[in-house]
Each structure stands twice: as structure tokens, then as C-alpha cells.
């Protein structure tokens, strides 16, 4: 199957979960990361807002905050593939922009890459190898290129893991997945 076909495959598989077994899901893999984080310590975590069915972070972006993490967003930039973070302190300073919600554009609030201890990725697959298909437009792939692998984890439901996809040069994988039923070491 070709990149195209495959996400057409997994988006379709992903959107026909029913809302209660995906919050559930979402729920364990959301603890599960919850538990990875107790184990790293990490000073600033990146989140995502789920669109289209991905694996909710609404909860870690609550726990870590009593531990005194900072959390940070990605935000997309005009004409550019690039990403880049922003802190946020509640969900409600995230705003809709087309169809994803992001954080403000405020340079204070601008954290670099850096600074970002562990990544959260979403995804509509990923492969054993850490290798990850996304929507296609190469904004995750652009802004970490050279990401040490260990700070990328991707969140994924258990079938959105398989054992190989195709992967490109310049296409960025995670260190760890973490789906419902285990936590995957890529390395």
C-alpha cells in the first residue's frame, strides 16, 4: 500500500471507534505516559490537541502540571513547515485556527525545542521501529529533525501499530509508543 492509501486505511479504522471504547483507550495510554513521566522527571513536556480520533491528552495535560511540569503546544507557522511551542496553562488559551486548536502566538511564552525535555506525537500509524505516518504534511519531521529519539513518544491506539511502514530520509522516529496495552522501546 502506498503512504496515501495506508492513512486513508488507518484514519477511516480510527474514526470508526465508538467515543466510549476511544476514551477508554485514551484513558490507559494517557496513565500509562503518566507513569513513563514519573520514571524521567522531565522539566517541560509537548502535548498535541487530539483531532480526528487521536488518542486524547487532556489528562496528562492535568497530572504533570501538580508535579510542576511545563507543558508546552505546538503551533503551526505561515508558510513554513516548521512548529513551534508555546506554554500554555490551561486549555482554554487555545485557539481554533482552521481546523487544529493552538496556543497564541506570544514570544514570551516561546519555548524552544531545546528546552523540551519529552515530545508527545500523534499519529494515524507507527512502526515497531519507531517510524511514524502522520497526516502527510511533514510538520513534526521538519521541526525535530536530529531529535535525540529517547524525548519522541508517540500515542497510539494498539492497531495503529504495525510491524513495518514505508519511511522516507527525512521522515523523524519516536523512541518509545505507548498504546493501551504496553509501552513499545524503539531502540
Known sequence: MTKEQLRSAFLERRQSLRPQQAQKASNLIQKSAYELLKEIHPDVIALYHPFRGEVATERLFKLP??????????????????????????LQELERRKSLFEPKADKRREVSTDHIDLFFLPGLAFDVQGYRLGYGHGHYDHTLIGMERHRLIGLAYAFQVV?????????????????????IDCW
Open 163 to 183: 510491524s513495518s511502514l514505508p519511511w522516507a530520509h527525512h521522515d523523524v522516529n519516536v523512541g518509545r509508543i505507548v498504546t493501551e496495552s504496553e509501552r
Open 65 to 90: 502540571k501538580k508535579a510542576h511540569i511545563k507543558i508546552v503546544y505546538p503551533r503551526r507557522i505561515e508558510n513554513s513547515k516548521i512548529l513551534k511551542f508555546f506554554q500554555v496553562d490551561s
